[in-house]
Each structure stands twice: as C-alpha cells, then as structure tokens.
C-alpha cells in the first residue's frame, strides 16, 4: 500500500503562486503515476496534472502553462508549482497514486487533500 500526505495549501492572491506537496510512502515500486485532482464545492473532480514514473508530465487545458507537476523519487515526493493562479482554482487539490503495470495496477490511493483558496 502507498500512503500519502499532501500540504502546502493556503490562501494567496490571484496571479500569485503556490507551491503543493504530496510525500508518498510504502510500496512505490514499477510503472506508476502520481496524479493532482481538484474538486470545486458543486464542481466535478478534475484532473489537474499526472506525472508518470518516467517523468513524463500532462496537463488540464484549464492549468496548461501555469502549473508545473514535478517528482522528486529519491524524496518519494510530488509536487505541483502553481503560478498565476486564478479565483477559479480555488478547490481542494488532492494527491493520487496509480500503478500502472500489470502488477500493481490494484494500486490506487489518495490522500486527504489540501485547500486552495485564491482570492480576487
């Protein structure tokens, strides 16, 4: 199992930045993506940005050429720098381990979320 913890939420004014984590721990081994959802009060989740074991990164239109997703293995850590961020990002981002292999692709755990909050 993977257990991870995401942080880094806060309150911070449109066109500013900031900077999530998501530390994962236990059997992260073989193909896999780290994954950052979003879920809006009355909004679907959305998929942000995913970020494969292989360092390959893809994006929501909605956050293309604002948000970065990077993964740090030898810290076991995922994050998402956001820049220029807008009142419609506010959400509660949440952090998402996928395998991807034959293997482990049972494997399929979220952590508990951190509020973005981005006033006008």
């Known amino acids: 199992q993977v257990q991870l913890q995401a942080s880094g939420g806060g309150l911070v004014q449109a066109g500013g930045s900031l900077r999530l984590s998501c530390a994962a721990s236990?059997?992260?081994?073989?193909?896999?993506?780290m994954r950052w959802y979003r879920q809006a009060p009355g909004k679907q989740r959305e998929l942000v940005a995913t970020?494969?074991?292989?360092?390959?990164?893809t994006y929501a239109d909605s956050v293309k050429g604002r948000f970065t997703s990077s993964r740090d293995d030898r810290k076991n850590t995922l994050y998402l720098q956001m820049n220029s961020l807008r009142s419609e990002d506010t959400a509660v981002y949440y952090c998402?381990?996928?395998?991807?292999?034959?293997?482990?692709?049972?494997?399929?755990?979220w952590g508990q979320g951190t509020q973005v909050t981005v006033s006008s």
């Open positions: 998402n381990y996928r395998g991807l292999a034959l293997y482990n692709k049972h494997q399929n755990y």
């Open positions: 236990g059997s992260i081994v073989g193909s896999n993506s």
């Open positions: 970020t494969t074991s292989g360092g390959t990164s």
